[in-house]
């Protein structure tokens, strides 16, 4: 089969991305700190990756943006955005996103990755069990309305919000997820993410398959389930557990990817599968571990005679 034919009789089309929190971590910038944009780029794109998320080293106006990326034959995948509408009103949360907002759609993104970081314990120093958590039916419902009418306005400028369910946040469990979805509209995306979904507690898979309908993104992250459980009975923070190695890449840890894709290609699943595993880089070598992690998902994707994109 052709890949022409493969593009258009496949049922899943898809390009495999990269976080640069391989190389650098923008949480903990000592780890990877001294390496630089450029040798992370080259090095991604060498293995076989088609794109990056944004990252702190990242310059953040679309021309200087285009720069670096296309020399390298590199697509702009999506960037993180640090929203607050559990605290504050849509209209504030409007005006903050903008310069983001622009960016992202002039740099031809069409998702943009929100995270709620207001009251979140992810890069504070506590432990995770102390995480904020709505209680009552009224604040999802309040909170999944602001949501909605947020994603409304992204979505009407070309990028559609994919929510990050996140260790250490409001929205981190599987009955989470549930909750949030059920208080949001058609506009939210959901942004997937394998390691933090096991990491909560959840089955990747059961999870993928309840909400697949609304996946718009996904991160592609393996954990190590003795560090889990480590972090767990001695009470660390998200960082800690980071540190000693809680998440690694697609085939270095415990989780199904197989599965995983199997339900993305039932469901037609469209877009990009991004590698994001923080790690010590000095631990875990960048581009070993992101060319682990490109293996093992081009493997997987094309075991299945299905089309992964090489062109942007």
């Given amino acids: 089969?052709?890949?022409?034919?493969?593009?258009?009789?496949?049922?899943?089309?898809?390009?495999?991305?990269?976080?640069?929190?391989?190389?650098?971590?923008?949480?903990l910038p000592s780890l990877g700190g001294e390496t630089t944009?450029?040798?992370?780029?080259?090095?991604?794109?060498?293995?076989?990756?088609?794109?990056?998320e944004l990252g702190n080293k990242f310059p953040r106006e679309a021309g200087a943006l285009r720069n670096v990326l296309e020399p390298h034959g590199l697509a702009l995948v999506s960037g993180w955005y640090s929203g607050q509408l559990a605290r504050r009103p849509v209209a504030e949360e409007i005006a903050a996103v903008g310069p983001h907002l622009t960016?992202?759609?002039?740099s031809g993104a069409?998702?943009?990755v929100y995270g709620e970081v207001a009251d979140s314990i992810q890069g504070s120093g506590a432990p995770l069990y102390k995480r904020p958590r709505f209680?009552?039916?009224?604040?999802?419902?309040?909170?999944?309305?602001?949501?909605?009418?947020?994603?409304?306005?992204?979505?009407?400028?070309?990028?559609?919000l994919a929510y990050h369910h996140h260790m250490g946040a409001y929205?981190?469990?599987?009955?989470?997820?549930?909750?949030?979805?059920e208080n949001v509209g058609d506009e939210v995306g959901l942004l997937f993410d394998s390691g933090h979904m096991t990491f909560a507690g959840g089955d990747a898979a059961a999870m993928l398959e309840k909400h697949v309908a609304r996946v718009c993104h996904i991160h592609c992250k393996d954990v190590r389930p003795s560090v889990i459980r480590l972090a767990r009975n001695r009470n660390w923070s998200f960082l800690e557990a980071?540190?000693?190695?809680?998440?690694?890449?697609?085939?270095?840890?415990?989780?199904?990817?197989?599965?995983?894709?199997?339900?993305?290609?039932?469901?037609?699943?469209r877009g990009w599968l991004v590698v994001e595993a923080e790690q010590d880089p000095v631990v875990?070598?960048?581009?070993?571990?992101?060319?682990?992690?490109?293996r093992h998902l081009s493997q997987l994707v094309r075991g299945g005679a299905t089309s992964v994109r090489t062109s942007k």
């Avoid at 593009?7 to 391989?22: A, E, H, M």
């Avoid at 960016?103 to 002039?106: M, N, R, S």
């Avoid at 875990?284 to 490109?294: D, L, Q, S, V």
């Fill in 135 to 160: 209680i009552h039916a009224a604040q999802w419902r309040e909170y999944g309305e602001r949501v909605t009418t947020f994603a409304r306005h992204t979505l009407d400028r070309g990028v559609r």
């Fill in 242 to 269: 980071v540190i000693n190695g809680a998440f690694t890449v697609p085939g270095d840890g415990c989780i199904d990817f197989r599965a995983l894709i199997d339900i993305l290609r039932r469901h037609s699943y």
């Fill in 1 to 27: 089969m052709s890949a022409r034919a493969a593009v258009i009789d496949g049922d899943l089309d898809v390009r495999l991305g990269i976080n640069p929190i391989s190389w650098s971590n923008d949480d």
């Fill in 37 to 52: 944009l450029d040798v992370a780029l080259a090095e991604g794109a060498a293995i076989g990756y088609r794109g990056f």
């Fill in 284 to 294: 875990a070598p960048a581009y070993k571990y992101a060319e682990m992690g490109y």
């Fill in 110 to 112: 069409n998702v943009m």
């Fill in 171 to 181: 929205v981190e469990t599987p009955a989470d997820v549930d909750r949030l979805m």
């Fill in 103 to 106: 960016l992202l759609a002039q």
